[in-house]
């Protein structure tokens, strides 16, 4: 299928018009190597039960480990974290060397700072497009009362002032 580069770069454009928040899925490899990358394609699903989504693109290095895996962690990011988010979306292969995390009690590769945690099974994949769409169910949760990391413009940075007021 041809790509129209016009209607793509728009695309992009409208997309970029979006915010989002910015999160880190983790899980670990047959080998027991912690893996990661950013992701702002995340979203809830349902409540019964506890469902959550995210994508990954089929051409990302991690595609076929996270094709195989049972399952995974969001890391929802503090406005602070806007290093991490750029590790993790970098080719950057020691990303876990230079970050602070640790092992969770389902032996998934967790953040440290993160505003929210949701460890997940993975329950259902659905082949998108140049992409794979992950869907999880909760198994765990913890939150944290901060600010988000929010991606807008392609540029992260904190909440406007305005929101800072609630």
């Not at 992009?12 to 999160?23: C, D, I, S």
């Not at 979203?43 to 399952?71: C, G, H, M, N, Q």
């Not at 909760?138 to 940075?157: A, Q, S």
Request: charged share 20%.
């Amino acid at each position: 299928m041809q790509i129209n580069s016009e209607k793509t770069n728009l695309f992009k454009e409208a997309l970029a018009n979006y915010p989002t928040g910015v999160t880190v899925v983790t899980a670990t490899d047959e080998n027991h190597t912690p893996i990661g990358l950013t992701v702002n394609s995340f979203a809830s699903v349902s409540l019964d039960p506890l469902l959550v989504l995210w994508s990954i693109d089929k051409r990302v290095s991690t595609y076929e480990t996270f094709k195989k895996i049972d399952k995974f962690a969001i890391n929802i990011l503090a406005d602070n974290q806007a290093e991490i988010a750029s590790l993790f979306a970098s080719r950057n292969q020691n990303r876990f060397a230079n970050c602070d995390w640790t092992s969770s009690e389902h032996n998934l590769p967790i953040i440290k700072g993160a505003i929210a945690l949701l460890q997940c099974r993975t329950f259902k994949q659905i082949e998108a497009g140049d992409h794979m769409i992950l869907i999880g169910e909760i198994i765990e949760i913890d939150v944290e009362k901060n600010l988000p990391l929010v991606y807008h413009g392609r540029k992260m940075g904190a909440l406007p002032a305005i929101f800072h007021e609630s």
